[in-house]
């Protein structure tokens, strides 16, 4: 609302502003005044024994805070199925948030609370494998974990899913879910089957093609298109594939550039065909809509989002319990059944196909037996060899690639 | 009517109906009974999601710090506010086109300056930003504000009556709360509405000082890439019923002043 | 005492306002030219290439803003215009109930309509999806992020600010006025072009100072309603300061983006030769 229109307040405006130049006199004289600087932020360096040590003094509190991206637990009106259970089990209450967007954002937003030692106001969080992740770890953001109070991590945690390239032995991080971005398309719109990335640079489709604005996803599927493998690629592999970007960027073809909004664009018609996450798709099919999600013949990326505890947490224990529930294979079972992403824990299968036996409206049912058998949650050993990672960048490479796709996504 | 006139008026009536086109899809969608997670399409009538309003904590915790953060700063902007309309109104003193010249700017300047400039400071200092820093902020846009409404109407004053009662041997506090204030209240109240809606409305300056603090406005922003569940439409709908109230009673009030 | 007293009035709201509006600027300032990053900290440098290492980078936006802001400026005049003219002189006893229905939409929250404006101008959303079932309109057609979307959303959003001032000023002209110059140019356009608009030109101009800034500096319309052709400095600035945490180049953005615009109100203010735009608006 605004009332600045207000004829009080019109009339109000009468007599001001002289000699308004005083103030660029003052803003001159601030330049002068300017020697200080914004202090440095830098952590103190992880020390040897720094799971002992930071564990040694810890206590359950019976309190935890969880930031989570958006839709990304099971949910049942405004209850939350498996964290009453953990509350139940456990005693510790939680406070869920759904603050996180995307990872540059939420980075951008804790990165200058870390770096000064204080509490970012969630003691678990969950971030995406890649340059993010990465500059927290490389910065000692992350409290290292301990393993032996994760027995079901260890007993129930896909092979795949452990000591993962970007954190080994998972010392800082382990999984929540695992997800594919492959090309999603609306039939309705679109001839034919796609199984190409070269659709998403079809002039056809000039103002109707989505792309993400994560630096590392349209990386990776520039580079998916070129041939090149994002893991052994390097300076001039990423200069080809920011020139192939640009391209399709300055001909007009891309709608956007988009964070988890794609999904609205792609349902309201607003694009036809765009770069997409599994689940999502999975979970739009499900309620109905006429929606194809492909995992492209030239590779698609694989992708984990990882709880973590960040430095300052105030229930770091409590945290560290919950981590370690949702590997019970009943519990992980009642999340993969709404997120609708790969499970990290593969007994879950097996609960999901005995829960739809158990159901009893039809719906259910159908819906059930889809989670089981869906490619997208349990993908075959086919789909996954065309997978990749994000590239694992050093931090000297990191602002090279950030310095070359920044401007194209988010100029 | 001529021509001329007529159609005059049906461009009127079509800017209007533009001007509400957004409001009343706004309205109508908080009945929509959307299953999906996102409320883009209309799929019948319903007034369930009146009934679960609070079903998000986080959109209900944004909403109160907004109000509590309104509420707030109208009380300490109105005071000062008030305060510096008096003086600026009243007095002739050294200084005073240096203090109209720094509300000017705090009127005129872009929300996004200042925005960036406070954040600077924050930085700068190693303030933490949060609810705090967004009452600081909101309270600076709102005082000049306050203040240039409140010198309106000290300007339009009649003195002669603050002078019978000094005559009549009034303390000049008693003079003040007994006299000034009740003539002076039209133009504090104004600016206290005023500083009510701006601070409760404000996105941008709020989006550069609030850490990790969620106002109403700032969680539909952030809601924005999900997909904007309809109790965002109602709640959007409860604070423009409230806000419309007001003014057509304060119109209604004018109306019968004058 | 009473020589005092102006000071102590003063004192409360001025503090506030020299400790959070100048003080802030003066660190603006002294941050644009800092180098270095949000983990080790930045120094003060005096390194002004920030400044034109971001110009150089980001002219592009620059201009563009500066484009928006112009067109949706011109767009609001001649749009708010008619309405402002109808309401002053067609109004009569109604005047105050139609300036209240101009003012109605803008008591629901900023972000709230420009997200309104998103739904009803989806692709198959409720204006183009039945334009397009009925072939009128191509399929590919579509409002949604481009120049023509952001341009409304901010004429949409700053509409009531030029509304209003020219309204007041406009009411302040004597309709005996208007009559006599009838008399005297016979015709309504000559008696228009020569008497009411010369009239309302402060309002006009007070208009003009109250939608440009914020329409040039604006970053939610671009980012709602536009796409990747449509960004603005605004949009620059707020990643620059709360993504990337690059406040160095952040704030020099910032400084320039008010430098440019107080020169533009002084030269504005001057060609006009007012010495207070909005004083003649309001007066």
Redesign the interface.
């Known amino acids: 609302m605004d009332l600045r229109n207000d004829p009080a307040f019109l009339r109000g405006m009468t007599h001001s502003r002289r000699d308004a130049l005083r103030l660029a006199g003052l803003a001159a004289a601030g330049l002068t005044l300017g020697a200080c600087g914004v202090q440095g932020k830098k952590a103190a360096p992880p020390e040897k024994d720094a799971v002992a040590d930071y564990w040694a003094s810890k206590k359950q509190n019976g309190a935890l805070r969880f930031a989570n991206w958006p839709l990304y637990i099971d949910k049942d009106g405004k209850d939350y199925p498996s964290l009453e259970r953990f509350t139940k089990d456990t005693g510790i209450a939680v406070t869920y948030q759904e603050p996180i967007q995307d990872n540059s954002t939420w980075f951008g937003k804790i990165q200058p609370l870390l770096a000064a030692n204080q509490d970012i106001g969630h003691d678990l969080m969950v971030m995406t494998n890649g340059i993010q992740l990465s500059r927290a770890l490389a910065l000692g953001y992350l409290v290292p974990l301990d393993h032996a109070k994760l027995p079901n991590f260890a007993a129930n945690a896909a092979e795949k899913v452990k000591n993962p390239v970007w954190d080994a032995n998972n010392a800082h991080t382990i999984p929540w879910t695992v997800g594919v971005t492959g090309v999603a398309y609306n039939p309705e719109y679109v001839d034919g089957d796609i199984t190409s990335l070269q659709e998403l640079w079809n002039p056809k489709y000039k103002g109707k093609i989505g792309m993400m604005l994560d630096t590392q996803e349209v990386a990776n599927f520039a580079m998916f298109l070129l041939g090149i493998d994002p893991d052994r690629s390097g300076r001039s592999d990423w200069e080809k594939a920011a020139a192939k970007l640009r391209e399709q960027r300055d001909a007009g073809l891309v709608r956007k550039y988009y964070e988890n909004d794609y999904v609205d664009a792609l349902v309201r018609g607003d694009v036809w065909i765009t770069m997409a996450w599994s689940g999502d798709i999975f979970q739009q099919v499900a309620e109905g809509k006429n929606l194809k999600f492909v995992v492209p013949d030239e590779g698609g990326t694989i992708w984990t989002d990882n709880m973590c505890i960040p430095k300052g947490a105030r229930n770091p224990v409590d945290a560290l319990t919950l981590m370690d529930y949702v590997y019970r294979p009943e519990i992980a079972s009642m999340l993969v059944e709404y997120i609708n992403y790969i499970t990290p824990v593969p007994a879950t299968r097996d609960l999901v196909v005995a829960h739809a036996a158990k159901a009893k409206k039809a719906e259910d049912r159908k819906f059930l037996e889809g989670v089981a058998e869906s490619p997208l949650i349990y993908p075959s050993e086919a789909d996954q060899a065309r997978l990749r990672s994000y590239k694992t960048l050093s931090s000297a490479e990191e602002k090279f690639f950030e310095d070359l796709f920044q401007p194209i996504t988010q100029g | 009517m001529r021509t001329g006139d007529r159609l005059l008026r049906i461009y009127v009536w079509l800017v209007l109906a533009w001007l509400f086109a957004p409001i009343i899809v706004m309205i109508v969608f908080g009945f929509n009974d959307t299953r999906s997670k996102s409320n883009v399409s209309w799929q019948g009538f319903t007034l369930a999601w009146w009934g679960r309003l609070d079903e998000f904590p986080l959109l209900t915790a944004a909403v109160l710090d907004s109000i509590t953060i309104a509420l707030l700063v109208t009380v300490i902007a109105t005071v000062l506010g008030t305060l510096m309309g008096i003086a600026l109104g009243r007095h002739r003193f050294r200084g005073q086109a240096a203090t109209n010249l720094v509300m000017f700017a705090a009127i005129s300047s872009p929300e996004l300056v200042m925005g960036a400039s406070l954040l600077s400071l924050f930085v700068s200092m190693g303030v933490e930003t949060g609810y705090w820093t967004i009452v600081v902020a909101h309270v600076l846009f709102a005082v000049s504000f306050v203040a240039v409404t409140v010198r309106a109407r000290v300007v339009g004053l009649d003195r002669s009556v603050e002078e019978a009662a000094r005559d009549l041997g009034a303390t000049p506090w008693v003079t003040f709360w007994r006299v000034t204030l009740p003539m002076i209240l039209p133009g504090v109240v104004a600016g206290a509405l005023l500083a009510f809606a701006l601070s409760i409305d404000d996105f941008v300056i709020t989006q550069f000082t609030s850490g990790s603090t969620t106002t109403f406005p700032l969680w539909i922003y952030g809601a924005v890439r999900i997909g904007v569940p309809p109790q965002v439409n109602i709640l959007g709908t409860l604070i423009f019923a409230a806000g419309a109230a007001i003014a057509v009673v304060n119109s209604i009030n004018a109306r019968r002043r004058t | 005492m009473r020589?005092l007293?102006?000071?102590l009035?003063?004192l409360?709201?001025?503090l506030?306002?020299?400790v959070?509006?100048?003080?802030?600027?003066?660190?603006?300032?002294?941050?644009s030219?800092?180098e270095?990053d949000?983990?080790?900290?930045?120094?003060?440098t005096?390194a002004f290439s920030n400044y034109t290492d971001a110009l150089a980078?980001y002219q592009?936006?620059f201009l563009r803003s500066a484009g928006y802001g112009l067109a949706g400026t011109v767009l609001a005049v001649l749009?708010a215009y008619?309405?402002a003219?109808?309401?002053a002189f067609?109004g009569g006893a109604r005047k105050?109930?139609?300036l209240?229905?101009?003012?109605?939409?803008?008591?629901?929250?900023?972000?709230?309509?420009t997200?309104?404006?998103?739904?009803?101008l989806?692709?198959?959303?409720?204006l183009l999806g039945p334009l397009k079932s009925a072939g009128l309109l191509a399929?590919?057609f579509?409002v949604?992020?481009t120049t023509t979307a952001v341009i409304g959303g901010l004429v949409?959003n700053y509409?009531?600010?030029m509304i209003?001032?020219i309204y007041?000023s406009l009411e302040r002209v004597d309709p005996s006025v208007v009559e006599a110059a009838r008399d005297l140019y016979a015709s309504?356009a000559g008696a228009f072009t020569r008497v009411v608009l010369p009239l309302s030109l402060p309002g006009i101009f007070a208009g003009v100072?109250?939608t440009f800034?914020?329409m040039?500096?604006?970053?939610?319309n671009a980012a709602?309603l536009g796409?990747?052709?449509n960004?603005m400095i605004?949009?620059?600035?707020?990643?620059e300061?709360?993504?990337?945490?690059d406040?160095p180049v952040?704030?020099a953005l910032?400084?320039t983006?008010?430098?440019v615009?107080?020169a533009g109100?002084?030269a504005y203010a001057r060609v006009l030769g007012t010495?207070?735009v909005?004083?003649a608006?309001?007066?």
Do not use: C
Request: a neutral charge.
């Open positions: 020589r007293t102006p000071y009035l003063i409360p709201g001025g506030w306002l020299a959070f509006l100048v003080v802030p600027m003066v660190f603006m300032a002294s941050v030219t800092q270095g949000v983990v080790n900290g930045f120094a003060q005096f980078r592009t936006q749009l008619p309405v003219y109808w309401i067609r105050s109930t139609y209240l229905l101009v003012l109605l939409p803008f008591f629901v929250s900023f972000v709230l309509r997200v309104s404006w998103k739904f009803l989806a692709d198959d959303g409720m399929a590919d579509h949604l992020q949409y509409l009531p600010f209003l001032p007041v309504r100072l109250m800034v914020p040039t500096s604006d970053y939610v709602i796409g990747p052709a960004t605004g949009n620059i600035i707020q990643t300061y709360l993504v990337n945490n406040y952040g704030a910032s400084f983006l008010m430098a615009m107080l109100i002084f010495e207070n909005l004083e608006a309001a007066r």
